[in-house]
C-alpha cells in the first residue's frame, strides 16, 4: 500500500515525471542547438558541462537573475501571468505521452483531443502576452502569430487525427500500442506525417516559420517586452514545446517505446532524437517565410494533403 | 489601421544607426520618413585642421568596409592637384586591393542580406568564406580592415611574388563558393520567395534619383566608374559591367555574385600583367592652389571626393559624397508599398553604410529651405540658443 504510493510519487516527480521531463527538454535544446551549428559550420554551446551539455541550464538561471522589467503600460495581470501559464500548459500534455512502457502516466480515451486542445491554447497565450505588452512590435508579433494559428491548426490537428483513425482510438497509448501490433503509421499515412512536421515547425515559431518573432524585421515580435523571470520561463516552455513536437510524431507515427521497460526507453529517446534531428535540420536549411506566404501556402497546399490523406485512410480502411 | 512604427536608430536588423518612421497599414508601408544624424563625425571639418599626409589615415577611417576605396579616391584628388603620375606597378596594386575589398564587401552583404531574410545558415556560410579574402588582405597589408597601403604618390606596400601562389589559390576557393551562391541563390525557393519583386526600383526612377553602384546596375543601368572613367589600372584590364534588368533584391544579389567573380578575374589579370617598377614616388608637402575631382567606384557604389587648396599643407576643403547618401533618395522609393517583413531585406539591398553618409543640413519645416551650415554657424546657434535659454 505504502509502497505503491511511493511509487506514483516516484513515476510523478522522477521518473517519468518532472525531473526526468525538465532533463529531457534542457537536453534537446542543446542538440537542437549544436545540430544547428554543425550544419552552419559553427561549434555552437562548448564551454558549460562536457561539450557544452548544460549551457541551456546555465542560460535558464541566468535569465531568472536578470532584471524582471513590466513595462509601464503593459496590462499587468494577463501579461505577468502568461509565462506561467505558457509552462504550465507546454508540461501538461507530456505526461499524456507514452515514454516508457505503451501507457503514458495520464492516459484516457479522448487524451489526444486534449493535447490538441492544449497546443490551441499555448498559440491563443502567445497572442494574449504579445498584445498585453502593448509594445508596438509586441502588436504586430501578436497579430501575426494568430494569422499564423489559422494557417496550420487545421492542417495539424487534422494530420493528428489521421493516425487515430487507422487505430480506431482517440487515446496516444492505444495508438502507440496498434502500432506495435501493426505498422508504422508513417508507412501508411507518409503525406500526414510530413505535414504534421510542417505544421509543427509553424508551431514551434521556428524557422522558416519564426515569423511572429522576426528578430531582423520586428525585433523578437511578441516576446519584445519580456525579459528576465518571465523570458526564463518562456524560454523553457519553448523547450517543452519542442519535447512535445517530436514526441508527438514520435508516438503517433514512429511507434513510440517498444519493447521490455528499459529496452522501451530506449527506443523512445531513439525516436525521438530522430524527429528532433528532422525538426532542427529543417530549421537550419530555409529562409524565413513572410505571413502571406505561410497563408496562402497552409490553405493552398497543407490542409487539402491533410484532408486527402484523411479520406486515403478511409478509402482503404486501414 | 494604420500604425506608426519606428525602425531604427537601434534595431537588430541595422548595424549602424539610421531612423525609419514607417507608416504601415496592414503590414504594408504607405509612407516612409528617414532620419539621419546618430553618427555624424564631423570629418570634413577636422579635414580642415590636417595635413594632407594625415587625411590619409583620416579618409581611411571614414568607412570601414570601403576603406580602401575612400583612401584611394582621396589620394587621386591630392595627385591630381600636385600633377603627380602613379608608377604603373602602383596602379596595378591599388587595383587588386581595390578589388579585393570588393569581394570581401559582396560576401559580407549577402550574409547579412541572408540574416535580414531570416536564413542563418547562409550567412554563417557567407561571412565564414570571407574570412579566406580578409586573410589574403592581411597577408599583403598587415590589417584586416583598415588596410593602410594607400598613400598619395603610389601605395606602401607591394605584392611580393612569394604570396601571389596563396592569392591564386584562395581565389580558386572563392570563385567555387562564388559559383556554389548563385546556385542557392537562384534555386532556393524561400530565397527567390523573399527577393524576387520585392523591393522595385525602376531604371527610370533609378535614373531620376541618382542611384549607383550596384543598385543603380540591378535597374540594368550600366554605370560603373571604372568603365566609364578608368582610374588606377582599369583602362589596361578587360572586365564587364555586370547588369541585371529584374529591379528587385534578387538582381542585387545576382549582380554582387557576378562581381565577386568578376573581380576574381581582373586580379587574375592584374596579378599576371603587374609590370616591375617603384611603388611609390615623393610628394611635395605643399599643395598648389586649386580644385580637384575624383571619383572611386566603391564596393557599394560610386565615391566622390572634392578638394580645394589654398596652397598651403591643408587642404580649405574636403567634401566626400559616399555611395549611401546617394542611395539613400531611391531607397526611400522602393520603400513604399513594400511589405513591412521585407524592410529588412530591402534596406540591406542599397547595402548602407550610415556613418559615411553623415552631413549636417538643416531642413527648415515651413519653408522647406534647405541650408547647410559649418563649424561657426553651429557655434552661433548654440550660443544664442543657451543666451535665449538662460538669459547668459
Known amino acids: 500500500m505504502v509502497s505503491e504510493e511511493i511509487w506514483i510519487l516516484i513515476e510523478i516527480f522522477l521518473f517519468p515525471g518532472f525531473l526526468f521531463l525538465f532533463s529531457l527538454a534542457f537536453f534537446t535544446e542543446w542538440f537542437d542547438r549544436k545540430i544547428v551549428a554543425r550544419f552552419q559550420n559553427r561549434y555552437g554551446p562548448l564551454h558549460v558541462g562536457p561539450k557544452g551539455i548544460l549551457q541551456p541550464i546555465a542560460d535558464f538561471f541566468k535569465l531568472l537573475s536578470k532584471e524582471d522589467i513590466t513595462p509601464r503600460a503593459a496590462d499587468k495581470v494577463p501579461f505577468r501571468l502568461m ?109 500526414g506525417f510530413a505535414v504534421l512536421t510542417i505544421c509543427l515547425m509553424a508551431h ?77 535540420n529543417l530549421r537550419a536549411a530555409f529562409a524565413r517565410y513572410r505571413i502571406d506566404h505561410l497563408l496562402t501556402g497552409a490553405w493552398k497546399y497543407l490542409t487539402p494533403l491533410a484532408l486527402l490523406q484523411v479520406c486515403l485512410i478511409k478509402a482503404w480502411g486501414i | 489601421m494604420t500604425f506608426e512604427i519606428p525602425f531604427g536608430p537601434q534595431h537588430p536588423a541595422l548595424e549602424e544607426p539610421i531612423n525609419f518612421m514607417f507608416k504601415i497599414e496592414e503590414e504594408r508601408v504607405i509612407d516612409v520618413k528617414t532620419r539621419l544624424g546618430y553618427v555624424h563625425r564631423g570629418i570634413e571639418k577636422i ?173 540594368g543601368i550600366a554605370r560603373d566608374v571604372r568603365a566609364d572613367e578608368p582610374y588606377a589600372a582599369y583602362g589596361e584590364i578587360p572586365f564587364k559591367v555586370v547588369t541585371y534588368r529584374g529591379c528587385d533584391v534578387a538582381s542585387r544579389m545576382y549582380v554582387r555574385i557576378d562581381e565577386i567573380k568578376e573581380s576574381i578575374r581582373i586580379i587574375r589579370y592584374a596579378l599576371k600583367k603587374m609590370p616591375e617598377g617603384p611603388i611609390r614616388v615623393k610628394v611635395p608637402t605643399r599643395v598648389p592652389e586649386g580644385e580637384a575631382v575624383s571619383r572611386v567606384e566603391a564596393p557599394r557604389g560610386e565615391n566622390l571626393h572634392f578638394l580645394k587648396s589654398n596652397g598651403s599643407d591643408k587642404p580649405e576643403r574636403w567634401k566626400i559624397r559616399a555611395p549611401t547618401l546617394a542611395n539613400l533618395l531611391s531607397l526611400c522609393r522602393m520603400l513604399i508599398g513594400v511589405n513591412l517583413a521585407d524592410v529588412p531585406v530591402v534596406i540591406a539591398g542599397i547595402d548602407p553604410c550610415i556613418a559615411c553618409a553623415e552631413r549636417v543640413a538643416l531642413i527648415d519645416a515651413k519653408t522647406k529651405r534647405r541650408e547647410i551650415w559649418d563649424g561657426k554657424d553651429l557655434w552661433r546657434y548654440a550660443n544664442e540658443w543657451y543666451r535665449r535659454k538662460y538669459g547668459f
Not at chain 2, 591599388?94 to 547562409?122: C, P, S, V
Not at chain 2, 605584392?159 to 532556393?188: G, P, Q
Request: net charge neutral; proline share 4%.
Open chain 1, 204 to 280: 514551434l515559431q521556428r524557422i522558416p516559420f519564426d515569423i511572429p518573432e522576426a528578430e531582423s524585421e520586428i525585433v523578437g515580435g511578441w516576446l519584445v517586452e519580456f525579459s528576465g523571470k518571465k523570458l526564463a520561463l518562456i524560454r523553457l516552455a519553448n523547450d517543452f514545446e519542442f519535447v512535445l513536437a517530436s514526441s508527438l510524431m514520435a508516438s503517433l507515427f514512429l511507434g513510440g517505446p517498444y519493447g521490455p521497460w528499459y529496452i522501451s526507453l530506449i527506443t523512445y529517446l531513439a525516436k525521438f532524437l530522430l524527429c528532433a534531428f528532422i525538426l532542427s
Open chain 2, 47 to 219: 579635414a580642415e585642421s590636417r595635413n594632407y599626409q594625415q587625411l590619409v589615415y583620416l579618409s581611411e577611417r571614414i568607412c570601414g568596409i570601403c576603406s580602401f576605396a575612400h583612401t584611394l579616391c582621396y589620394s587621386q584628388t591630392v595627385e591630381e592637384l600636385l600633377g603627380l603620375e602613379v608608377p604603373e606597378r602602383a596602379k596595378f596594386i591599388r587595383t587588386i586591393l581595390a578589388e579585393m575589398e570588393r569581394i570581401q564587401n559582396h560576401y559580407l552583404w549577402l550574409g547579412l542580406t541572408a540574416k535580414e531574410m531570416g536564413f542563418e545558415t547562409l550567412f554563417m556560410y557567407a561571412w565564414r568564406d570571407r574570412e579566406t579574402i580578409i586573410e589574403m588582405l592581411d597577408m599583403i597589408s598587415g590589417k584586416r580592415v583598415n588596410y593602410g597601403v594607400n598613400t598619395i604618390g603610389g601605395v606602401r606596400r607591394d605584392i611580393a611574388e612569394s604570396t601571389i601562389e596563396r592569392i591564386e589559390k584562395s581565389l580558386e576557393y572563392l570563385e567555387k563558393r562564388a559559383e556554389h551562391y548563385t546556385r542557392v541563390c537562384t534555386k532556393d525557393p524561400s530565397i527567390l520567395k523573399r527577393t524576387v519583386g520585392v523591393g522595385i526600383l525602376r531604371p527610370r526612377e533609378a535614373r531620376a534619383l541618382c542611384a549607383v553602384g550596384p543598385t543603380a546596375r540591378a535597374s
Open chain 1, 83 to 191: 509565462p506561467i501559464l505558457l509552462l504550465t500548459l507546454a508540461i501538461a500534455p507530456l505526461f499524456c505521452i507514452p515514454i516508457m512502457g505503451s501507457n503514458g502516466l495520464i492516459s484516457f480515451e479522448g487524451d489526444l483531443v486534449l493535447i490538441m486542445f492544449i497546443m490551441s491554447l499555448m498559440a491563443l497565450l502567445v497572442f494574449i502576452g504579445g498584445w498585453a505588452s502593448t509594445n508596438r512590435f509586441g502588436t504586430i508579433g501578436s497579430i501575426r502569430a494568430g494569422l499564423q494559428m489559422f494557417a496550420y491548426e487545421i492542417p495539424m490537428n487534422l494530420s493528428m487525427i489521421g493516425p487515430a483513425i487507422s487505430a480506431g482510438s482517440l487515446s496516444v497509448s492505444k495508438i502507440v500500442e496498434w502500432q506495435i501490433n501493426g505498422v508504422w503509421n508513417v508507412l501508411i499515412q507518409p503525406v
